[in-house]
């Protein structure tokens, strides 16, 4: 029987579609991590929001996961079952006075000022104070945050943000009654028990507002380490959304090899490696010892070729 360290990591997937380079990307990182710390490599279905879905994903996803050799330890977890779990820790906000119900449209948010670096609209309070009736509403966290939020990435270095200078109230359940991704995740992370939090730079940002949300529920703080998301011709991030490739599952050690030289190995390594491993399997487990964090590039984003 596997004893493991206390590090434990993660991969969290949402089912809207196969995966892609970019995604496997992220799941390569945060398992290596995972296993050159002896931790746990945990798998997340983030499944909460039912109108995104597409059927056959759940399949696809566990299919190309095991198909590139990764195993992951434990119970998968789907968010899609665990609203009431969501729903208690809302409730305790509420008893704290830090949530409040915010009936503001998408259309309107529009006439807030934007955030340039992240490119989203900060939200200025508008409803805190009003007395709600509508039946179609959010419920936003109050950012009050009279102090900067920072943290030490352990890849991008030192972040600082004033959540409610650049931030603003963000929403912690959506009008459609789901919780929304900031809550989900805290919540999910801390009952996990997961130490360190490998994924795409993308949401390097959106990680002050979970440590703010870990704090008002006095959760313990995170370690996080976001690496490089991908980058298509258009200078677009590898998504379902710009229409990236799925992946092609019999190409499994061929897609690792690639992988492996965006997050810093060696070329000559990677060509140790390959040699000596039967398949997929032998070579994620054979990279495991020469895996080392500080190689990724300390940058947000790289071209993908």
Not at 28 to 38: H, K, M, T
Not at 265 to 281: A, C, H, Q
Request: charged share 25%.
């Amino acid at each position: 029987m596997t004893k493991f360290s206390n590090y434990v990591g993660r991969f969290a997937p949402s089912p809207t579609g196969d995966l892609h380079f970019g995604s496997l990307v992220t799941a390569v990182a945060s398992y290596l991590r995972a296993r050159s710390q002896n931790g746990k490599w945990l798998l997340r279905i983030e499944d909460i929001d039912q109108k995104r879905n597409q059927k056959g994903s759940i399949y696809s996803i566990l299919k190309t996961l095991e198909m590139h050799g990764l195993e992951w330890d434990d119970e998968i977890i789907y968010q899609s079952q665990r609203s009431e779990i969501y729903r208690f820790y809302l409730n305790y906000l509420n008893e704290k006075k830090l949530i409040y119900k915010c009936s503001c449209s998408r259309k309107k948010l529009i006439n807030y000022y934007k955030n340039l670096q992240t490119m989203e609209y900060i939200y200025p309070g508008v409803c805190r104070n009003k007395e709600i009736e509508n039946k179609d509403f959010s419920t936003r966290i109050k950012a009050f945050n009279t102090f900067n939020i920072k943290f030490t990435d352990n890849i991008q270095g030192s972040i600082e943000q004033n959540l409610e200078k650049e931030v603003g109230d963000f929403v912690l359940w959506r009008n459609e009654n789901i919780a929304s991704y900031q809550l989900a995740v805290v919540v999910d992370d801390e009952i996990q028990g997961i130490t360190e939090i490998v994924r795409g730079s993308d949401l390097l940002f959106q990680t002050t507002r979970q440590i703010y949300l870990q704090k008002c529920l006095n959760f313990k703080t995170l370690n996080y380490a976001h690496i490089p998301i991908l980058l298509n011709k258009e200078n677009q991030k590898l998504s379902k959304q710009t229409k990236a490739e799925p992946l092609k599952n019999l190409n499994a050690k061929e897609n690792i090899c690639k992988i492996l030289n965006y997050i810093g190995f060696e070329e000559f390594i990677i060509n140790y490696l390959n040699k000596n491993s039967k398949n997929s399997i032998e070579l994620i487990n054979n990279s495991v010892p020469y895996f080392d964090l500080s190689k990724i590039n300390k940058v947000i984003s790289v071209q993908f070729e």
